[in-house]
């Protein structure tokens, strides 16, 4: 798709590092909307990390293969997690759009004071 995305699954390297090992991790897909208008073009499986890419090929227009793809993604990520007791939380965004960067902002806030609180010992861990 774009040597931007190809860097980000790349980077995705932060989630092994043992220094962050205790860490929450808050994932963005950013710019959604030229991610919508992308798939309906050019297929994931151009990219060479996206190669096992099983959805549908373009064109790729309704909502649901939209959020196939971003679940796509978002597991290609989760699966280059080591630390599997990590919790990630992931959000698909566009800047732009208020309402969802204030959800977003609530969220990681929520995982600082959950991470603060069962660090001092008084929230016990759960999975999602």
């Known amino acids: 798709l774009s040597p931007v995305c190809l860097g980000s699954l790349r980077r995705a390297a932060i989630s092994t590092t043992q220094f962050l090992k205790g860490s929450a991790l808050i994932l963005f897909l950013n710019k959604s909307d030229l991610f919508k ?8 499986k151009e990219c060479p990390i996206m190669t096992d890419w099983e959805g549908p090929d373009p064109p790729l227009e309704t909502e649901d293969q939209f959020i196939k793809a ?7 990520f989760r699966d280059k997690n080591s630390f599997r007791e990590r919790q990630i939380y992931s959000h698909v965004t566009v800047a732009l759009d208020t309402d969802n960067v204030r959800h977003i902002f609530l969220n990681a806030k929520d995982v600082i004071i959950r ?3 069962t660090r001092a010992g008084l929230w016990m861990c ?3």
Do not use: E, P
């Not at 208008?37 to 994931?44: A, F, G, V």
């Not at 971003?70 to 290609?76: L, P, R, T, V």
């Open 115 to 117: 991470q603060s609180l």
């Open 126 to 128: 759960y999975s999602r």
């Open 37 to 44: 208008k992308k798939i309906r073009t050019t297929s994931l």
């Open 70 to 76: 971003c679940n796509y993604i978002d597991a290609k």
